[in-house]
């Protein structure tokens, strides 16, 4: 997340400062881990005047709930620091929509309701309660849903009310599309593909993105590669 991305700027600090400029009215707050080394990136939270919570390593569930609990938030818009396209327009919606509801987790999902968190496209956040999270942490003590913050609400979903805002067919359809940061191949990618279309800082849209994408083989079989290599 360090690592220079965008010039000296590495991914972590670039969607810092995505968010702050997309004004969105909210506060924003890094939750991150209790280990040395990620002090590094509460050195670039507090340059850029973002509170910081540090908590357990292994059970981000519990990081998630005392970093609410800490900054009094009954309602948490969770963004992973591995996805520098982070579409803001996107993003500023689900705010706004997530707010004036009541359920228990919103997300941005394929068609047949999959969420997007489980895809590899890379545009977007999910939203969710704390009391949601307070409630999935009493039903469960299994690793994988303390380490996968959102993994039991669309694994049992029988047990809360969910949203599902549906992405356009036209991005659903690109089944190629692999935007997310998870291996260094997914980083070069990525590198390449924002130093070809971001000036500045300044963002383009999905379509735009997208286009560039599918005027370049290459890259389009680079990433099924990657796909096909890091199932989700």
Same mark, same amino acid.
């Given at each position: ?9 590495g991914i972590? +600090? ?7 400029? &997309? ?7 890094? &939750? ?14 507090? %340059? ?5 919570? %540090? ?13 609410? +609990? ?7 818009? %969770? ?10 327009? &996107? ?51 299994e690793k ?45 990618? &990525? ?12 963002s383009i ?28």
């Amino acid at each position: 997340m360090i690592i220079p991305f965008w010039g000296e700027i590495g991914i972590f +600090e670039l969607i810092l400062g995505r968010l702050k400029n &997309a004004k969105l009215g909210v506060p924003i707050v890094l &939750a991150t881990t209790v280990n040395p080394s990620d002090d590094v990136l509460e050195e670039i939270a507090n %340059r850029h005047y973002v509170k910081v919570y %540090r908590g357990s390593m292994d059970n981000v569930l519990d990081r998630f709930i005392k970093a609410a +609990e800490i900054f009094g938030f009954d309602k948490i818009i %969770r963004i992973c620091a591995d996805n520098p396209f982070l579409d803001m327009d &996107a993003l500023d919606y689900q705010i706004t929509e997530f707010k004036n509801t009541d359920v228990d987790y919103w997300c941005y999902s394929l068609e047949d309701n999959t969420p997007t968190i489980k895809t590899h496209y890379g545009f977007w956040a999910e939203g969710i309660k704390l009391s949601t999270l307070k409630r999935i942490a009493k039903m469960t003590e299994e690793k994988l849903f303390q380490e996968h913050v959102t993994n039991f609400i669309y694994t049992y979903q029988e047990h809360f009310e969910l949203h599902f805002e549906h992405i356009p067919k036209w991005i659903e359809n690109e089944d190629f599309l692999r935007l997310t940061v998870d291996t260094d191949r997914d980083f070069q990618t &990525a590198k390449l593909i924002y130093s070809e279309l971001y000036s500045n800082n300044t963002s383009i849209t999905v379509e735009k993105i997208l286009a560039y994408i599918k005027s370049n083989h290459l890259l389009i079989d680079e990433m099924k590669n990657q796909i096909n290599s890091n199932k989700k």
